[in-house]
């Protein structure tokens, strides 16, 4: 057996690593820059270490489809992301399978682990392979759909430890697929019955924490307005057993942002318009804003000149502890503050300056320039803010300075402010 997985980002990698310490493997990016890192053993999403790169033995890292073309099982991993009518954006997808499509021979199978809407495995890829190949479906090649469910970030819950959930387009596939996937997941598999029921359950894992996460936001701004800590009950209503430990905050990045508009897109295509789900996608959108309004409140309840403030944000990854910045809402919390003249000043330890810069010409610094500023929000609570505590991170500000701790981190004593 021969493997490529093309698109080694935050799930293609770490899944080469492991086919790569038991199968011949391939991991294949159209991103040149991105194989000369690892071949370094340089990850900058820090999922895999160095080390890992080097113990995965079978394990070799191109951006030549020729080094590719006798292998006999291809995993597409390429993002799936949405555009800005918050339509889903298949280009990366249809790009790969055409490439992939076009070095096809009798006997591969192609997996695909991209987020899509149920169906689009089947309606989208397939007839894109098919044509590339001039080969036949089912008969001449097979496909496949595992959906992956990495927590980029997560030091404990890795690929390794992940139930995974296979399909086939045929029953004989659909073995083929699971066997390979038992031989590296220690977690097991679950082998669903169709393509379709396996695209499906990935796209609402997402969605399902979505719309919680929204109802917690909902309840955060109805309890800011009853002048009640929405920490407090969340901690007092998770006394009882079956109450889920969600928080309100910013939902970003390229999986909970993202997935439930694959959903939606494929629901109202067929003469359904989901209600519950769009509204929490536009409430979690809409916390940004709000984020920044309280700040912006709270600083003219103090008698601050807003039109020379300086705010300094802490975090700007979509998540804490990850140097992912794709999706950020955080981006949106600046912009509302950059409409009031504000000065804002974003540190980010876990974030490469310069994809910041390329991605979204904001300037994001490892440390604070000065210690004198208005207002200090703590955006994302990566573990350098929390070891440093409280009164460290207040020390940047004035001695009237407005402390806006989003998640909670701290005790309510600790700032004036939090979701």
């Known amino acids: 057996m021969k493997i490529a997985i093309i698109g080694l980002g935050y799930v293609g990698l770490p899944l080469a690593v492991e086919f ?25 999403t820090l999922e895999v270490t ?112 992940i139930k995974k959930v296979t399909s086939g387009s045929s029953a004989i ?20 019955s169709s393509i379709k029921v396996a695209e499906a359950a990935k796209v609402i894992e997402n969605t ?39 928080r309100p905050g910013l939902v970003g990045g390229h999986c909970i942002g993202v997935d439930p508009y694959y959903l939606t897109h494929k629901a109202q295509s067929v003469g359904y318009y989901p209600e519950v789900i769009l509204a929490a996608r536009r409430l979690n959108d809409n916390m940004a804003a709000n984020v920044a309004s309280r700040l912006i409140h709270k600083m003219l309840q103090s008698n601050m000149d807003i039109r020379n403030a300086r705010v300094l944000v802490l975090g700007f990854t979509f998540k804490e502890d990850c140097p992912d910045i794709r999706n950020t809402k955080v981006v949106d919390v600046v912009k509302e503050l950059k409409k009031f003249n504000i000065g804002v000043e974003i540190v980010d330890p876990n974030v490469d300056a310069k994809s910041a810069l390329e991605h979204y010409e904001l300037n994001v610094n490892n440390k604070p320039s000065s210690k004198n500023y208005d207002a200090i929000l703590l955006a994302v609570p990566h573990r350098e803010f929390i070891e440093a505590g409280a009164n460290s991170i207040k020390s940047y500000g004035k001695p009237n300075a407005v402390f806006f701790d989003l998640k909670s981190i701290f005790e309510a004593s600790a700032s004036d402010l939090r979701l």
């Open 50 to 161: 160095p080390k890992q790169i080097n113990e995965s033995t079978g394990l070799r890292f191109t951006s030549c489809m020729s080094d590719i073309t006798d292998c006999n099982v291809y995993i597409i991993t390429v993002p799936t992301p949405i555009d800005d009518s918050k339509t889903p954006d298949l280009r990366p997808l249809i790009a790969a399978s055409s490439d992939v499509g076009s070095i096809l021979n009798k006997g591969d199978i192609i997996i695909f682990e991209s987020t899509v809407y149920p169906g689009a495995t089947e309606e989208v890829c397939v007839p894109i392979l098919e044509k590339q190949s001039g080969l036949n479906f089912n008969a001449d090649f097979g496909v496949g759909y595992s959906p992956e469910r990495i927590n980029p970030g997560d030091k404990v819950n890795t690929l390794t430890k």
């Open 173 to 192: 596939y659909a073995e083929q697929i699971n066997t390979l996937y038992k031989s590296i997941i220690e977690a097991g598999t679950h082998l669903a």
């Open 208 to 246: 399902q924490r979505d719309i919680n996460i929204g109802l917690i936001n909902e309840l955060s701004l109805i309890f800011e307005r009853l002048n009640i800590d929405t920490s407090e009950v969340l901690e007092a209503a998770g006394t009882k057993w079956n109450f889920l430990p969600f």
């Open 20 to 44: 790569g310490k038991i199968y011949n493997t391939f991991g294949y990016d159209i991103n040149s820059s991105r194989i000369s890192q690892l071949c370094n053993g340089e990850d900058l």
